[in-house]
Structures are given as structure tokens and as C-alpha cells.
């Protein structure tokens, strides 16, 4: 003990410097063997290129969205690929995690028999535009879907709204007269009943 300090006791007393001790020696024993021999290098690898394309498992069902159809926002146009990959993979799980949670979502037995299988997306349009109340920024999308053998309507145009919610974009219906603005009818708006 000097000055009232233990020394050599890296934790300042006896019982947890005997337990840092410990650690320590552990971690040298563990740690030291699999740096030599366990394959651990310093060799410098280039990155993997990342990307924000999403790999589907059915490379038969695509999706369109054209630079002149996107927002301009990296992070919107990504959330937008994302919602409509999410329909092409037949995936609910995903589909429903990007719903807005100041609305029902769309429930798995209607995704799945009105929604499915959609084969081709094609995104025509990403239109900012504000909120009348609140003046917040949201994006009403524009596409076009296109279904599988077996599908009532072969193809449909549908539009939806990516609105903010916190920090999160989410997938929100739009009201009637967006709709009939952007595509002359009302038939695309989703419904929440099954």
C-alpha cells in the first residue's frame, strides 16, 4: 500500500482487483491463441458494394421505378421500393410493418386473396405534396400493378401515401379525392375490411 492506495490492484481493491486479474489473464489466454492461429489477419478487403435493391427470391416478378418517377428523397424512394417489394415477395409480415399506426392495416386473408401474386410493379409517380392541416411533407404514390393467372383484376392502378410518423416513413391510405385527382376513379384506394 502506498499513500493509502493499494498498488499492483488495477480495480482499486483487493477483491475486484483479484477479479480484473482474472479477466485479464482469460482474456489473454482466449484472446492471444485465436489472433495467431486462428486465421486473423490485417489485411485490408474491399468493402461489399451496398446497395439498395432488395434481392428477390422469384426473379420473375419485377419491379419498374424509374429515376423520372422517384421523389428526389433517397430515403422515401427507398421505402417506396421496399413496400412494393414486399407485395411482390407475397410477404404480410413486412407489408404490415410499414403501415401507418394511426390506421388498421389491410388484413393478411384480404392481402392475400386480393393482393397476390403480384408479378410486375411499376411505379409512375412519387408527388410531394403537403398535409392541409398540419403542413407537413407526404408523398402520394402511383403505380401499377400487375397480378398473376387466377387474379380477378389482372392489373390495377393503385395509389397510397408515404407519410412521417416520428422519425419513420409509413405507408398510409389516401382520401377519395387524392385518388380520383391522380387517377380520374376511386378503384385503387386499399380497404381495411377483409
Not at 59 to 87: I, K
Request: contains cysteine.
Amino acid at each position: 500500500m502506498v499513500g493509502g492506495r493499494l498498488v499492483g490492484r488495477p480495480c482499486g481493491t483487493p477483491v475486484l482487483g483479484a477479479a480484473c486479474a482474472v479477466v485479464k489473464r482469460t482474456a489473454c489466454v482466449l484472446v492471444l491463441p485465436a489472433l495467431l492461429f486462428g486465421g486473423v489477419g490485417c489485411e485490408r478487403s474491399e468493402p461489399a458494394p451496398v446497395s439498395d435493391e432488395v434481392e428477390r427470391p422469384d426473379p420473375s416478378r419485377r419491379l419498374e421505378f424509374p429515376e423520372n418517377a422517384a421523389s428526389g428523397d433517397a430515403e422515401v424512394d427507398f421505402f417506396v421500393r421496399s413496400v412494393c417489394l414486399s407485395c411482390l415477395e407475397n410477404d404480410y409480415d413486412s407489408f404490415r410493418s410499414f403501415w401507418s399506426n394511426l390506421e388498421e392495416p389491410i388484413k393478411r386473408s384480404k392481402f392475400q386473396r386480393r393482393w397476390q401474386p403480384v408479378e410486375y410493379v411499376a411505379v409512375r409517380k412519387v408527388e410531394a405534396m403537403r398535409h392541409g392541416e398540419t403542413g407537413e411533407v407526404l408523398y402520394a404514390v402511383v403505380a401499377d400493378f400487375t397480378f398473376g393467372t387466377g387474379a380477378k383484376d389482372p392489373q390495377r392502378e393503385v395509389v397510397f401515401l408515404v407519410q412521417k410518423e416520428g422519425e419513420r416513413w409509413r405507408l398510409a391510405r389516401p382520401p377519395k379525392h387524392l385518388v380520383e385527382r391522380l387517377t380520374g376513379d376511386a378503384g385503387g384506394v386499399p380497404e381495411s375490411s377483409s
